[in-house]
């Protein structure tokens, strides 16, 4: 039973990681790459990780499993959107079907600063077209 369990899982995460492989392949831009990535990626690694724990059933292995899981969980979607968040502010552009640009407003491309839309006191301030930026 175990054998079949610890196959079910590196298969399943042998599949999210070529899946996560082919994303990066065909998506049209950073964004959608990165989100590719991150979450089929990381979901392969950890059904992998979970599938060497059944394997070895040591609890040193399964220890180790257990922190490269949590280390997994913890820095793949914080070093994506850095990542994405330094490919926008490089100037990389968006994919041409973007629905939405939420940073467009509020980006100064010549200072690199970001605005959050509101002033120090909480109110919102006019964007540089003179529109009022949602807040």
């Known amino acids: 039973m175990t054998e079949v369990l610890v196959s079910i899982l590196l298969l399943a995460g042998a599949s999210f990681m070529v899946l996560a492989a082919i994303g990066v392949l065909r998506l049209p831009d950073l964004p959608t790459r990165m989100h590719a990535t991150t979450k089929a990626g990381a979901l392969g690694a950890m059904l992998t990780m979970g ?67 509101l002033d120090h006191i909480g109110k919102k301030v006019e964007s540089r077209t003179g529109e009022d930026r949602p807040g």
Not at 87 to 112: A, C, N, Q
């Open 51 to 117: 599938g060497v724990a059944f394997y070895f059933a040591d609890s040193t292995v399964v220890a180790r499993a257990i922190a490269i899981v949590v280390f997994i969980l913890l820095t793949a979607p914080i070093a994506a959107h850095v990542i994405g968040r330094a490919g926008y502010f490089t100037g990389i552009e968006l994919w041409e079907g973007t629905v939405k640009d939420e940073l467009r407003e509020r980006y100064d491309p010549e200072s690199h600063k970001l605005s959050s839309g």
